[in-house]
Protein backbone atom coordinates (compact mmCIF):
# COMPACT_ATOMS: atom_id res chain seq x y z
CA UNK A 1 0.00 0.00 0.00
CA UNK A 2 3.01 2.50 0.87
CA UNK A 3 4.39 1.52 -1.97
CA UNK A 4 1.92 2.22 -3.95
CA UNK A 5 1.03 5.78 -2.40
CA UNK A 6 5.06 6.26 -2.99
CA UNK A 7 4.67 5.77 -6.93
CA UNK A 8 1.54 7.82 -7.39
CA UNK A 9 3.59 10.93 -5.09
CA UNK A 10 6.16 10.44 -8.20
CA UNK A 11 4.29 10.12 -11.12
CA UNK A 12 2.63 13.75 -9.45
CA UNK A 13 5.73 15.22 -9.31
CA UNK A 14 7.19 14.35 -12.58
CA UNK A 15 3.80 15.15 -14.77
CA UNK A 16 3.86 18.71 -12.41
CA UNK A 17 7.53 19.87 -12.34
CA UNK A 18 7.14 23.31 -12.57
CA UNK A 19 5.03 23.21 -9.47
CA UNK A 20 6.23 20.71 -7.92
CA UNK A 21 9.78 22.47 -8.15
CA UNK A 22 8.03 25.76 -6.55
CA UNK A 23 6.27 24.01 -3.39
CA UNK A 24 9.06 21.92 -2.27
CA UNK A 25 11.68 25.13 -2.52
CA UNK A 26 9.30 26.91 -0.51
CA UNK A 27 8.91 23.83 1.89
CA UNK A 28 12.55 23.69 2.30
CA UNK A 29 13.53 27.53 2.79
CA UNK A 30 10.58 27.66 5.28
CA UNK A 31 11.94 24.74 7.00
CA UNK A 32 15.98 26.16 6.93
CA UNK A 33 14.54 29.63 8.43
CA UNK A 34 12.86 27.86 11.16
CA UNK A 35 15.96 26.28 11.82
CA UNK A 36 18.03 29.46 11.99
CA UNK A 37 15.39 31.22 14.04
CA UNK A 38 15.07 28.30 16.56
CA UNK A 39 19.54 28.74 16.67
CA UNK A 40 19.19 32.25 17.16
CA UNK A 41 16.58 32.21 20.10
CA UNK A 42 18.28 29.23 21.44
CA UNK A 43 21.76 31.31 21.30
CA UNK A 44 20.58 34.72 22.93
CA UNK A 45 18.47 32.80 25.65
CA UNK A 46 21.76 30.88 26.80
CA UNK A 47 23.55 34.23 27.57
CA UNK A 48 25.05 33.24 30.71
CA UNK A 49 23.27 30.19 31.51
CA UNK A 50 26.53 28.57 32.46
CA UNK A 51 26.37 30.33 35.87
CA UNK A 52 25.47 27.69 38.29
CA UNK A 53 23.43 30.40 40.24
CA UNK A 54 21.97 31.74 37.21
CA UNK A 55 18.35 31.27 39.43
CA UNK A 56 19.31 33.24 42.65
CA UNK A 57 21.13 36.40 40.51
CA UNK A 58 19.64 39.37 39.14
CA UNK A 59 20.78 42.51 37.69
CA UNK A 60 19.93 45.96 39.20
CA UNK A 61 19.16 48.48 37.01
CA UNK A 62 17.88 52.86 36.95
CA UNK A 63 14.55 53.96 35.43
CA UNK A 64 15.54 57.37 35.79
CA UNK A 65 11.81 60.06 35.52
CA UNK A 66 13.00 63.31 34.32
CA UNK A 67 10.91 66.66 33.02
CA UNK A 68 11.95 66.25 29.60
CA UNK A 69 11.65 62.53 29.41
CA UNK A 70 8.78 60.21 31.24
CA UNK A 71 11.34 56.71 31.52
CA UNK A 72 15.20 57.33 31.26
CA UNK A 73 16.67 53.38 31.40
CA UNK A 74 19.97 53.27 32.73
CA UNK A 75 22.38 50.22 32.91
CA UNK A 76 24.67 51.88 35.83
CA UNK A 77 23.93 52.23 39.29
CA UNK A 78 24.75 54.46 42.39
CA UNK A 79 27.89 52.54 44.08
CA UNK A 80 25.89 52.29 47.29
CA UNK A 81 23.73 50.62 46.16
CA UNK A 82 25.33 47.31 46.37
CA UNK A 83 26.55 48.68 50.04
CA UNK A 84 22.98 48.92 51.18
CA UNK A 85 21.75 45.40 50.23
CA UNK A 86 24.96 43.79 51.62
CA UNK A 87 24.80 45.19 55.28
CA UNK A 88 20.62 45.53 55.46
CA UNK A 89 19.02 42.97 53.63
CA UNK A 90 19.09 39.51 55.12
CA UNK A 91 17.45 37.95 51.89
CA UNK A 92 20.67 39.21 50.31
CA UNK A 93 24.16 36.52 49.92
CA UNK A 94 26.26 38.95 48.24
CA UNK A 95 25.69 42.27 46.32
CA UNK A 96 28.64 42.46 44.00
CA UNK A 97 29.65 45.55 41.66
CA UNK A 98 31.82 46.19 38.04
CA UNK A 99 32.99 49.41 37.48
CA UNK A 100 33.77 49.87 33.66
CA UNK A 101 37.15 51.58 33.08
CA UNK A 102 38.50 51.50 29.21
CA UNK A 103 42.54 51.25 30.23
CA UNK A 104 45.54 51.16 28.99
CA UNK A 105 47.84 48.67 29.51
CA UNK A 106 51.82 49.32 29.56
CA UNK A 107 53.40 45.83 29.78
CA UNK A 108 57.70 45.71 28.78
CA UNK A 109 57.42 48.91 27.42
CA UNK A 110 54.44 48.05 24.90
CA UNK A 111 51.40 50.01 25.02
CA UNK A 112 47.89 48.03 24.57
CA UNK A 113 44.25 49.93 24.68
CA UNK A 114 41.95 47.16 26.17
CA UNK A 115 37.81 48.15 26.32
CA UNK A 116 36.84 45.08 28.74
CA UNK A 117 38.42 46.26 32.17
CA UNK A 118 36.73 46.29 35.20
CA UNK A 119 37.17 47.56 38.93
CA UNK A 120 34.95 44.78 40.68
CA UNK A 121 34.38 43.76 44.50
CA UNK A 122 36.63 40.79 45.67
CA UNK A 123 34.31 38.18 45.93
CA UNK A 124 32.47 37.99 42.48
CA UNK A 125 33.97 34.67 42.19
CA UNK A 126 31.80 33.55 44.81
CA UNK A 127 28.73 35.04 42.50
CA UNK A 128 29.52 34.15 39.08
CA UNK A 129 31.14 31.18 37.84
CA UNK A 130 34.03 32.49 36.54
CA UNK A 131 36.97 30.14 36.48
CA UNK A 132 40.86 31.17 36.99
CA UNK A 133 43.26 28.84 34.89
CA UNK A 134 45.31 29.92 37.66
CA UNK A 135 45.58 31.85 40.48
CA UNK A 136 43.57 31.62 43.85
CA UNK A 137 39.69 33.01 43.52
CA UNK A 138 39.43 33.99 47.10
CA UNK A 139 42.31 36.01 47.58
CA UNK A 140 43.19 37.26 43.30
CA UNK A 141 41.28 40.46 44.03
CA UNK A 142 41.80 41.10 47.69
CA UNK A 143 45.54 42.90 46.67
CA UNK A 144 44.52 46.33 46.29
CA UNK A 145 47.47 45.90 43.61
CA UNK A 146 46.59 42.39 42.13
CA UNK A 147 44.99 42.33 38.48
CA UNK A 148 43.25 39.65 37.21
CA UNK A 149 43.47 39.06 33.29
CA UNK A 150 42.11 36.43 30.49
CA UNK A 151 44.29 34.00 29.10
CA UNK A 152 44.50 35.59 25.99
CA UNK A 153 45.52 38.28 27.42
CA UNK A 154 48.05 36.59 29.17
CA UNK A 155 49.34 35.35 25.97
CA UNK A 156 49.26 38.58 24.76
CA UNK A 157 51.35 40.04 26.96
CA UNK A 158 53.28 37.12 28.51
CA UNK A 159 54.19 34.36 25.53
CA UNK A 160 53.63 30.87 26.73
CA UNK A 161 55.17 32.56 30.27
CA UNK A 162 53.60 31.98 33.81
CA UNK A 163 51.80 35.32 34.47
CA UNK A 164 51.28 34.44 37.97
CA UNK A 165 53.31 37.32 39.60
CA UNK A 166 54.39 39.72 36.69
CA UNK A 167 54.09 43.10 36.76
CA UNK A 168 52.14 45.09 34.46
CA UNK A 169 50.82 48.79 34.58
CA UNK A 170 47.12 49.60 33.73
CA UNK A 171 46.32 53.37 33.69
CA UNK A 172 49.61 54.40 35.15
CA UNK A 173 49.25 52.46 38.15
CA UNK A 174 51.62 48.99 38.99
CA UNK A 175 49.84 46.18 39.38
CA UNK A 176 50.74 42.42 39.90
CA UNK A 177 49.16 39.54 37.87
CA UNK A 178 47.43 37.66 40.99
CA UNK A 179 45.09 35.38 38.60
CA UNK A 180 44.41 34.35 34.73
CA UNK A 181 40.84 34.41 34.40
CA UNK A 182 39.71 31.63 31.79
CA UNK A 183 38.37 32.79 28.40
CA UNK A 184 34.50 33.67 29.17
CA UNK A 185 31.80 31.67 26.46
CA UNK A 186 30.80 33.87 23.26
CA UNK A 187 27.02 34.03 25.16
CA UNK A 188 28.50 36.23 28.20
CA UNK A 189 26.36 39.35 28.71
CA UNK A 190 29.22 41.05 30.51
CA UNK A 191 32.61 40.57 28.31
CA UNK A 192 35.34 41.03 30.81
CA UNK A 193 39.51 41.06 29.88
CA UNK A 194 40.43 42.45 32.85
CA UNK A 195 39.47 42.96 36.35
CA UNK A 196 41.12 45.14 38.97
CA UNK A 197 40.42 45.80 43.11
CA UNK A 198 37.19 48.12 43.66
CA UNK A 199 37.91 50.53 46.11
CA UNK A 200 34.08 51.28 46.43
CA UNK A 201 34.79 51.93 50.11
CA UNK A 202 35.66 55.64 49.75
CA UNK A 203 32.11 56.25 48.35
CA UNK A 204 29.69 57.79 51.05
CA UNK A 205 27.05 59.95 48.89
CA UNK A 206 24.37 58.32 46.49
CA UNK A 207 24.54 60.51 43.86
CA UNK A 208 28.25 61.69 43.77
CA UNK A 209 29.87 58.95 41.84
CA UNK A 210 27.07 59.39 38.97
CA UNK A 211 25.78 55.69 38.75
CA UNK A 212 29.31 54.38 37.66
CA UNK A 213 28.54 50.52 38.37
CA UNK A 214 26.69 47.29 37.30
CA UNK A 215 24.79 45.88 40.36
CA UNK A 216 24.12 42.16 40.80
CA UNK A 217 22.55 40.95 43.47
CA UNK A 218 22.71 36.84 44.53
CA UNK A 219 20.18 35.51 46.64
CA UNK A 220 20.47 33.08 49.58
CA UNK A 221 17.32 31.56 47.85
CA UNK A 222 14.77 32.23 45.11
CA UNK A 223 13.60 35.16 46.21
CA UNK A 224 10.24 36.98 46.06
CA UNK A 225 10.92 39.74 43.36
CA UNK A 226 7.79 41.52 44.13
CA UNK A 227 8.45 42.16 47.63
CA UNK A 228 12.06 43.28 47.07
CA UNK A 229 11.12 45.82 44.72
CA UNK A 230 9.00 47.15 47.20
CA UNK A 231 12.12 47.41 49.14
CA UNK A 232 14.35 48.48 46.11
CA UNK A 233 11.35 51.54 46.14
CA UNK A 234 11.54 52.45 49.85
CA UNK A 235 15.44 53.23 49.10
CA UNK A 236 14.72 55.45 46.15
CA UNK A 237 12.27 57.43 48.85
CA UNK A 238 14.56 57.20 51.53
CA UNK A 239 17.90 57.51 50.53
CA UNK A 240 18.03 58.71 47.17
CA UNK A 241 15.21 61.62 46.69
CA UNK A 242 16.98 63.65 49.73
CA UNK A 243 20.02 64.20 47.57
CA UNK A 244 17.91 64.97 44.43
CA UNK A 245 15.75 67.27 45.94
CA UNK A 246 19.15 68.55 47.58
CA UNK A 247 21.00 68.89 44.47
CA UNK A 248 17.77 71.11 43.48
CA UNK A 249 15.90 68.13 40.59
CA UNK A 250 12.88 68.11 43.02
CA UNK A 251 11.04 66.99 39.52
CA UNK A 252 13.83 64.28 39.09
CA UNK A 253 12.92 61.03 40.41
CA UNK A 254 14.99 57.50 40.55
CA UNK A 255 13.63 53.90 40.75
CA UNK A 256 15.27 50.36 40.72
CA UNK A 257 14.37 47.74 38.11
CA UNK A 258 15.31 43.70 38.35
CA UNK A 259 16.87 42.18 35.23
CA UNK A 260 16.31 38.45 35.44
Known amino acids: ?37 SLYVNYELSYDGYHVKKDRIVRITNVMRTPEND ?19 PE ?38 YRLAEGNPKTALSDPHGMVITTHLAKKYFGSNNAIGKSITC ?54 YAGFAKKLALISKRDIQPELNKMGAVKYSLKFDMNL
Open 71 to 89: NVTIALTPTLLATTLNHNY
Open 1 to 37: MIKNYLKIAWRNLIRHKGFSLINIGGLSIGIAACLLI
Open 171 to 224: NKNLYHISGVLADLPENSDLKIDALLPGEFSKVTNWLSDDFQVYTFVLFKQKPN
Open 92 to 129: VEAAVRFEPNAAVIKVNNQLFKEDFVYKADANVFDVFS
